[in-house]
């Protein structure tokens, strides 16, 4: 099974960067997934990692170290509508490619 | 515009009763899933579908059932058995193969409370 672990809440100010941790052990692999979730909606896609290193997309980059486990999503320029939940989530490698949640990093990004 | 449509938005249940979230979508995607989110937590899978006429379980699967007798239709049906089905149910597709990354796209989920 599928085992990810990232902070409960993070706060950060308008403008600034921040880095929001992911780690995970996994029985099997086959990508990480980040995406965002504002307050009663729908998650929406951010990024994709299957190889070991970093992939920008604008504002947002997200790193993978497969040896380690471990990921993290960076958001630079904040802006205030960045303030929503982050989720983490990994793929398995079956034929089936589920994907497993973590709990959600919530953002509050002020002013 | 291609996307995923879920109904009702809300939706309130009495205690006993059988409901069915609606779940379609005309992005062409041949997986379907269904997850239940809880208040602060993530998003844990109930069912997923590969192709049509075929489902397997997930890791929440007690108390529910599905079907996939069409390729842009996967509803979810809470039944009586469920003894705490009050959550947001988000359903969600997939492109399967190579080619992309095939991440998920979610409808605007459906937000059942039993009363």
């Known amino acids: 099974g599928q085992n990810i672990d990232q902070p409960t809440e993070m706060t950060a100010t308008e403008g600034a960067i921040v880095q929001i941790n992911c780690t995970y052990q996994?029985?099997?692999?086959?990508?990480l997934f980040w995406y965002q979730q504002h307050a009663g909606e729908a998650p929406t896609f951010l990024s994709y990692?299957?190889?070991?290193g970093l992939e920008e997309k604008g504002r947002f980059s997200s790193f993978l170290s497969r040896s380690k486990g471990y990921s993290y999503l960076l958001l630079k320029e904040l802006q205030m509508k960045d303030s929503a939940s982050y989720l983490c989530?990994?793929?398995?490698?079956?034929?089936?490619?589920?994907?497993?949640f973590g709990d959600g990093t919530t953002l509050t990004v002020k002013p | 515009d291609g996307g995923i449509t879920q109904s009702p938005k809300y939706l309130f249940r009495k205690e006993g009763q059988n409901v069915t979230l609606s779940c379609e979508q005309n992005?062409?995607?041949?997986?379907m899933y269904w997850y239940r989110q809880d208040p602060g937590q993530g998003l844990r899978l109930i069912y997923y579908s590969q192709i049509v006429n075929d489902f397997q379980k997930g890791d929440i699967a007690e108390g529910y059932s599905v079907s996939r007798e069409k390729k842009e239709s996967f509803p979810l049906t809470v039944t009586s058995a469920q003894k705490n089905p009050t959550a947001f149910y988000l359903c969600?597709?997939?492109?399967?193969?190579?080619?992309?990354?095939?991440?998920?796209?979610f409808g605007e989920g459906s937000r059942l409370t039993v009363l």
């Open positions: 990692n299957v190889l070991d």
């Open positions: 969600a597709s997939s492109r399967t193969g190579t080619g992309g990354s095939g991440e998920l796209f």
């Open positions: 989530a990994v793929r398995d490698n079956t034929n089936a490619g589920k994907s497993t």
């Open positions: 996994t029985s099997g692999f086959n990508g």
């Open positions: 992005l062409n995607h041949d997986a």
